[in-house]
């Protein structure tokens, strides 16, 4: 194993992002090479040892761009060590307790033989798109509740997975 990781998420407004790079910058710091892409701009992911990915949950679905990538990517990810994560919960639920992943990321699980599933807090704050977080935003619903450290810890435990050869 080359110690190659692809980092790919889905996200609308940056802060799914945000948690992929932060994954990613874990990965790098306990010694693997790790890329955080836009699951969207993937074209492939055969150079890689292993898959993380990650979307937004909007609605009670995974974001479309990470929905995608793991139908496109589907027979290239079977066979590769492979984790996914969620985020979303406008509240300190995902800090608190293990949230189940959505139905769509359950099957995803199953088809993919992924090795876990974890959900995030989310964040929405002001100048989001779109017009449901405009809503939720004016009733007074969002703010970032992503737990960084608890980010960190998982980023930790998939390195250490990855490194000795689980």
């Known amino acids: 194993m080359t110690g190659k990781v692809l980092v790919a998420y889905g996200t609308t407004n940056g802060s799914t992002a945000q948690i992929a790079e932060t994954i990613a910058d874990v990965l790098r710091k306990d010694g693997l090479r790790a890329d ?3 699951a969207r701009t993937v074209t492939g992911v055969s150079s890689y040892d292993a898959v993380v990915v990650g979307g937004g949950l909007y ?6 761009d990470a929905r995608r990538f793991v139908r496109r990517h589907g027979r290239a990810l079977t066979g590769r060590p492979l984790w996914l994560f969620s985020s979303g919960p406008l509240d300190p639920s995902a800090s608190e307790r293990d949230i189940q992943p959505v139905p769509g990321v359950k099957k995803v699980m199953a088809r993919l033989d ?11 704050e002001e100048g989001a798109k779109g ?3 405009g809503m939720i935003l004016r009733s007074g619903k969002g703010g ?5 450290t608890a980010i960190e810890e998982w980023a930790g435990r998939v ?3 990855l490194r000795s050869g689980e």
Do not use: N
Not at 59 to 64: D, F, L, N
Not at 116 to 121: K, S
Not at 144 to 148: A, G, I, L, S
């Open 36 to 38: 955080a892409l836009p």
């Open 131 to 133: 017009w449901v977080a």
């Open 59 to 64: 609605a009670g679905r995974w974001h479309k």
């Open 159 to 161: 390195a250490t997975e």
């Open 144 to 148: 970032d509740f992503r737990d960084f």
């Open 114 to 124: 992924a090795r876990e599933h974890i959900t995030f807090g989310g964040c929405l």
